[in-house]
């Protein structure tokens, strides 16, 4: 505990507000006012629909993209990070609680509450022991097969809302199996409304912009009117299901939203709770995490500035935790809003301020016009907006590039699909932390011989170069360690039983970082065998680091010869090269 308040005392003074809200200036100002406008146009109906997905009351999908705004504002290293619920995120609350509560009730809605509070408590502790760095374990292989999946997921499971009928399963065979035993009771008016709204938002996507442009609009303007697509037709829908009637006709609307500000609340203290959540709340701190700090570093470059991932865990805990006890749920930075909001000129975090200003301003005056809002339409953006995160290029790509990056990528895909968020996620980490292992254990250990009128040293089978046949020089291109020392020792056997003439085995040492106990060990044994069989081994161009904890240990006095500090001279000094003529 005095480590965190230790921790927390060095963060306080260099808060980013600090920075950015010295030099705040009116242009700044004009700047931000405008992109926080954008932005609230667009994340009026994205937080409406986010809460449903997420399977709780519209309403909190605005209470959960105010308080942290706020917080990100001044805790968040990132000048355009937009912070609020987000498709993916939504997806793992429902799947998290789905099983421990029934949607539309009062525990329902506390199981989301302390979902974002534990969230937030593991993103606030990563980031003030400075331990971003384990994001790192989530590969970007494993998150585009996750989100792409988590996308088609997103999708299926607003079927049942574009077509009226009742469907439920959280992996896709089981949506689509339910969905399939439903088809005869589609609901026409629901599925009409569902597809003109799902065909509008797609054609405003692509279409109304240029068309905009081509009438003669400003560009910004266009813009504008393209990013208020959804606002517009969620107002033409709510007025003709009120002039039409079509909730006595069946079609589901939102019903009644309370007006008002944020609620003051607070998470479950119980352990049984705390203890069912932990897990999904650490997935969810991770996926968030990772999604943030891409979207805010990519911006970040554009701008040539910067973000402090350490800093960003702070800034998302705090939002999350902000978010538990103002009536919301999970929350992280979104991919989309942030870019509108890059795009639209946002200079600083303040333009998230007015944008909460207006969310605020929304949840006081707006709610009670959404009564009569189709929830058809509701789904119709969720699914406009999160197709556009599916990528099956990214299987393409890796099967050329890497097969064990594919398998990660497939198998992350598949079992989001087939298995649930959750363990889909659990299998794609667990397969490239393998398949991480099983490469590390295999380093690439390369015979280098002398190229011709150089003091340089090539791989044998890749280059025309000199070798000796009483020394073996060979490169290790990886740190040894306890996964890897094995081979290097089963290498170097393997040599010495084929080679009679040898006498001399020398590492080349630059490309290793690191070397551990174990390979220490290794190396000691490799030394003692060698000398056995009347070999002797010998370093050459060993990294300072590594050379310091060599120094620290009782492996150099073993070597019983100098540890040469470039391998021309360890050959100069040990043998004499030789023509290979079978070198390629």
């Not at 405008?34 to 449903?52: F, H, R």
């Not at 944020?262 to 959540?277: D, G, H, K, M, R």
């Not at 291109?477 to 040599?495: C, G, H, K, T, Y």
Request: hydrophobic share 55%; net charge positive.
């Amino acid at each position: 505990m005095q480590g965190l308040i230790s921790r927390l005392r060095q963060a306080l003074p260099t808060l980013p507000i600090l920075d950015w809200g010295r030099q705040y200036s009116r242009a700044n100002f004009a700047d931000d006012a405008v992109a926080a406008l954008i932005v609230t146009i667009m994340l009026i109906p994205q937080s409406l629909a986010y809460a449903l997905l997420a399977g709780l009351p519209p309403e909190v999908g605005l209470y959960a993209s105010v308080a942290p705004l706020l917080v990100y504002a001044v805790l968040g290293s990132s000048r355009v990070l937009a912070v609020g619920p987000v498709a993916v995120v939504s997806l793992m609350t429902a799947t998290s609680i789905a099983d421990l509560a029934a949607r539309g009730v009062a525990p329902y809605w506390e199981l989301a509450l302390t979902l974002a509070a534990i969230s937030g408590l593991i993103l606030l502790v990563l980031g003030l022991l400075r331990l971003g760095f384990l994001a790192s374990f989530l590969s970007h292989p494993v998150i585009s097969g996750f989100i792409t999946a988590s996308g088609l997921l997103i999708a299926a499971s607003q079927l049942k809302t574009l077509l009226g009928v009742r469907a439920e399963g959280h992996t896709l065979p089981g949506l689509l199996a339910s969905l399939a035993g439903q088809l005869g009771h589609v609901h026409l008016t629901t599925l009409a409304v569902g597809a003109a709204c799902t065909a509008g938002l797609f054609w405003a996507r692509r279409g109304l912009k240029p068309l905009l442009l081509r009438r003669g609009l400003a560009p910004r303007a266009a813009d504008l009117a393209t990013k208020a697509a959804p606002v517009a037709l969620i107002v033409l829908t709510t007025l003709l299901s009120w002039a039409l009637d079509w909730a006595g006709g069946g079609l589901k609307i939102v019903g009644h939203v309370p007006q008002g500000l944020p609620p003051l609340t607070a998470p479950s203290f119980s352990p049984a709770v705390w203890e069912a959540l932990f897990l999904p709340a650490l997935l969810i701190s991770l996926v968030g995490f990772v999604e943030s700090v891409s979207v805010g570093q990519t911006l970040a470059a554009r701008r040539r500035q910067r973000i402090v991932p350490d800093q960003e865990l702070i800034a998302l805990g705090g939002s999350n935790l902000a978010a538990a006890f103002t009536g919301g749920f999970p929350v992280t930075g979104g991919f989309a809003r942030s870019v509108v909001n890059f795009d639209a000129g946002a200079q600083t975090p303040a333009a998230g301020v007015y944008t909460a200003l207006g969310l605020l301003l929304a949840s006081l005056l707006l709610t009670p016009a959404l009564y009569f809002l189709p929830q058809a339409t509701l789904a119709a953006t969720i699914v406009v907006a999160v197709l556009s995160l599916v990528d099956f290029g990214v299987l393409r790509r890796t099967w050329r590039f890497s097969k064990a990056d594919f398998s990660a990528v497939a198998a992350t895909l598949l079992g989001t699909l087939g298995l649930g968020v959750e363990l889909g996620l659990v299998l794609g980490v667990s397969l490239s932390l393998l398949l991480f292992l099983y490469r590390s254990s295999r380093p690439h250990i390369a015979e280098v011989g002398l190229v011709p009128g150089t003091e340089h040293f090539r791989n044998v089978l890749r280059h025309a170069v000199r070798t000796d046949d009483t020394l073996l020089s060979l490169r290790v291109d990886e740190s040894l360690f306890f996964a890897n020392a094995r081979a290097l020792e089963d290498r170097i056997n393997d040599a010495v039983a084929t080679r009679p003439a040898l006498r001399h085995v020398v590492l080349l040492c630059s490309a290793i970082n690191a070397i551990d106990a174990s390979a220490l060990d290794s190396l000691e044994a490799i030394v003692h065998r060698l000398r056995d069989a009347g070999v002797t081994l010998h370093l050459s161009e060993v990294k300072g680091p590594v050379m310091d904890a060599l120094q620290r240990s009782d492996f150099l006095p073993q070597l019983g010869g100098p540890v040469f500090l470039t391998h021309y001279q360890a050959v100069q000094a040990l043998g004499t090269p030789q023509p290979q003529p079978q070198a390629v």
